[in-house]
């Protein structure tokens, strides 16, 4: 009987409470392999806080759901306010005079000993996500070979690090998110056009939650928008919040639901702050949701906005995402917004016209259906691997 195939995962943080697009997305398909009967290794971080690496998660191998899980120690933290200064420094410096090695090891999280685990390592293909860390960008060329990249790759300043051209042209194979995201990195590297490649790393099943259950238990009566994951001003906290003030003046019984971190200045009239959900709990809240907001500028796919559609509810986009803005043109899920005023005036046509927002929710599901299963998703990498293999051999 043959083996069961196997893959390894390098990702910087693996843990079922960390709240992340990644973190959630490398849980998924490590899981979706796993119920495959795959063999999974997720290689990872003692890290739990990205800010400053910070964190105490078990570094000895466990198994969950059928995933094996073996972490290193973080070796360094990163200060925050430090470190903003150090980026604005050296991204002003000529790209000959940029001192690379030092701020990718400050970016962290620096783990020694997971690249020298890697280097030691057999020969396991390997996926690393994403192009941004220390891990991946050290890791990746001295792992054994097959080596699988995805990016998750945004329109970002590090994008265009030497160091991160380097490590691409390392990768055996990449595996991108979206078509924007392909674009994205064969623009900023065009050695990735060399690489071999496919589009469509994620699969999203629907949920059918329970938004009667979950009214009931949080005593949220009125229409609401939804946003899950961090509030950060990368991830458009700040538009979302002041459209959301201007939605009130109009609409006095809106409220916006949020669940993820929590974020002090979030706490404004009608915003209702929920912390972390288990998975029923979200569900739900996606179930009652008048929509789903996506307010951040900076995506490589999208997890959120995937996982509205899949329930048949429409999305609110932030248009200075190329990957949102294609979303919305190729599924007809969504209304778009570039400011705070689009973003209230957007949500206002939806809690007004159910019409609407019932038929964006059901384009958007059957563009989920079409594009984004599961059973593709693991075809799409067992072509990846065999074109690693060829590639290495």
Same mark, same amino acid.
């Given at each position: 009987?043959?083996?069961?195939?196997?893959?390894?995962?390098?990702?910087?943080?693996?843990?079922?409470?960390?709240?992340?697009?990644?973190?959630? $997305?490398?849980?998924?398909?490590?899981?979706?392999?796993? +119920?495959?009967? &795959?063999?999974?290794?997720?290689?990872?971080?003692?890290?739990?806080?990205? /800010?400053?690496?910070?964190?105490?998660?078990?570094?000895?191998? *466990?198994?969950?759901?059928?995933?094996? @899980?073996?972490?290193?120690?973080?070796? !360094?933290?990163?200060?925050?306010?430090?470190?903003?200064?150090?980026? !604005?420094?050296?991204?002003?410096?000529?790209?000959?005079?940029?001192?690379? $090695?030092? &701020?990718?090891?400050?970016?962290?999280? =620096?783990?020694?000993?997971?690249?020298?685990?890697?280097?030691?390592?057999?020969?396991?293909?390997?996926?690393?996500?994403? =192009?941004?860390?220390?891990?991946? @960008? =050290?890791?990746?060329?001295?792992?054994? $070979?097959?080596?699988?990249?995805?990016?998750?790759?945004?329109?970002?300043?590090?994008?265009?690090?030497?160091?991160?051209?380097?490590?691409?042209?390392?990768?055996?194979?990449? &595996?991108?998110?979206?078509?924007?995201?392909? *674009?994205?990195? *064969?623009?900023?590297?065009? @050695?990735?056009? !060399?690489?071999?490649?496919? @589009?469509?790393?994620?699969?999203?099943?629907?949920? $059918?939650?329970?938004?009667?259950?979950?009214?009931?238990?949080?005593?949220?009566?009125?229409?609401?928008?939804?946003?899950?994951?961090?509030?950060?001003?990368?991830?458009?906290?700040?538009?979302?919040?002041?459209?959301?003030?201007?939605?009130?003046?109009?609409?006095?019984?809106? !409220?916006?639901?949020?669940?993820?971190?929590?974020?002090?200045?979030?706490?404004?009239?009608?915003?209702?702050?929920?912390?972390?959900?288990?998975?029923?709990?979200?569900?739900?809240?996606? #179930?009652?949701?008048?929509?789903?907001?996506?307010?951040?500028?900076?995506?490589?796919?999208?997890?959120?906005?995937?996982?509205?559609?899949?329930?048949?509810?429409?999305?609110?986009?932030?248009? +200075?995402?190329?990957?949102?803005?294609?979303?919305?043109?190729?599924?007809?899920?969504?209304?778009?917004?570039?400011?705070?005023?689009?973003? #209230?005036?957007? #949500?206002?046509?939806?809690?007004?016209?159910?019409?609407?927002?019932?038929?964006?929710?059901?384009?958007?599901?059957?563009?989920?259906? /079409?594009?984004?299963?599961?059973?593709?998703?693991?075809?799409?990498?067992?072509?990846?691997?065999?074109? /690693?293999?060829?590639?290495?051999?």
């Amino acid at each position: 009987m043959p083996d069961p195939p196997r893959l390894r995962i390098v990702v910087p943080r693996f843990a079922p409470e960390i709240v992340g697009g990644v973190e959630t $997305h490398m849980r998924r398909l490590a899981a979706s392999l796993a +119920g495959r009967g &795959w063999q999974v290794d997720v290689w990872s971080t003692t890290a739990v806080d990205e /800010a400053t690496w910070e964190g105490n998660l078990p570094q000895r191998a *466990e198994t969950a759901n059928g995933v094996s @899980v073996q972490r290193f120690p973080v070796a !360094r933290r990163r200060r925050p306010w430090l470190f903003h200064q150090a980026s !604005r420094a050296l991204f002003r410096l000529p790209v000959a005079l940029r001192p690379e $090695h030092a &701020w990718l090891c400050a970016q962290g999280p =620096y783990s020694p000993s997971l690249v020298r685990a890697l280097a030691g390592s057999g020969s396991t293909p390997t996926l690393f996500i994403p =192009y941004l860390y220390h891990p991946t @960008v =050290y890791g990746l060329p001295v792992a054994p $070979h097959p080596r699988v990249l995805i990016p998750a790759a945004h329109p970002e300043r590090p994008l265009h690090l030497r160091s991160v051209g380097r490590m691409i042209a390392a990768a055996d194979v990449i &595996w991108f998110s979206s078509h924007e995201e392909q *674009e994205l990195v *064969e623009g900023a590297h065009p @050695v990735a056009r !060399r690489i071999p490649s496919a @589009v469509g790393n994620m699969g999203v099943e629907p949920r $059918h939650g329970d938004a009667g259950r979950f009214r009931a238990t949080t005593g949220i009566a009125g229409p609401f928008l939804l946003y899950g994951g961090r509030m950060t001003a990368g991830k458009g906290a700040d538009i979302l919040l002041e459209g959301f003030r201007r939605l009130q003046q109009a609409k006095p019984d809106a !409220r916006l639901v949020l669940a993820g971190d929590r974020r002090p200045d979030a706490a404004q009239p009608g915003v209702i702050a929920l912390g972390r959900l288990d998975d029923d709990t979200w569900a739900g809240a996606m #179930a009652a949701a008048a929509a789903v907001v996506v307010p951040s500028p900076l995506e490589s796919l999208s997890l959120l906005a995937l996982e509205a559609w899949a329930d048949g509810r429409p999305a609110l986009l932030n248009a +200075g995402s190329p990957v949102l803005r294609g979303h919305a043109r190729r599924g007809g899920g969504a209304l778009t917004f570039g400011t705070a005023a689009e973003l #209230a005036a957007a #949500a206002e046509r939806l809690l007004d016209d159910a019409a609407l927002a019932d038929g964006l929710g059901a384009a958007g599901r059957a563009y989920v259906l /079409a594009n984004f299963r599961w059973d593709d998703v693991v075809n799409r990498l067992d072509g990846l691997l065999a074109a /690693a293999r060829e590639r290495s051999a």
